[in-house]
Nanobody, 115 residues
Framework: QVQLVESGGGLVQPGGSLRLSCAAS????????MGWYRQAPGKQRELVAR???????IYADSVKGRFTISRDNAKNTAYLQMNSLKPEDTAVYYC?????????WGQGAQVTVSS
């Protein structure tokens, strides 16, 4: 069974930073693109950022310049560094691994931005 293990969520004040981590098996990590999605209450799940196996990245317009996605191939872990956080970034963040039509989800990590 494929497992994506997330960590790093929590409560932060506006303007603060958090880093999310997503650990995967080596088999998955070396051949799957890694992404982060988020879902706020009453809203659809949306793509936040994605990084290919070759390191190419894409970002949602709402997070460009504030969030950075990366992957550490030695640790089989993907990261989402979130800076200048805003209340509207509050959501459950999900790690996702994909290769073509095949994909796997993490369990989700709550990120709350509030004063």
């Amino acid at each position: 069974q494929v497992q994506l293990v997330e960590s790093g969520g929590g409560l932060v004040q506006p303007g603060g930073s958090l880093r999310l981590s997503c650990a995967a098996s080596a088999e998955i990590f070396r051949s799957y693109a890694m992404g982060w999605y988020r879902q706020a209450p009453g809203k659809q799940r949306e793509l936040v950022a994605r990084i290919s196996t070759g390191g190419m990245t894409i970002y949602a317009d709402s997070v460009k310049g504030r969030f950075t996605i990366s992957r550490d191939n030695a640790k089989n872990t993907a990261y989402l560094q979130m800076n200048s956080l805003k209340p509207e970034d509050t959501a459950v963040y999900y790690c996702h691994a994909d290769r073509g039509a095949r994909g796997y989800w993490g369990q989700g990590a709550q990120v709350t931005v509030s004063s």
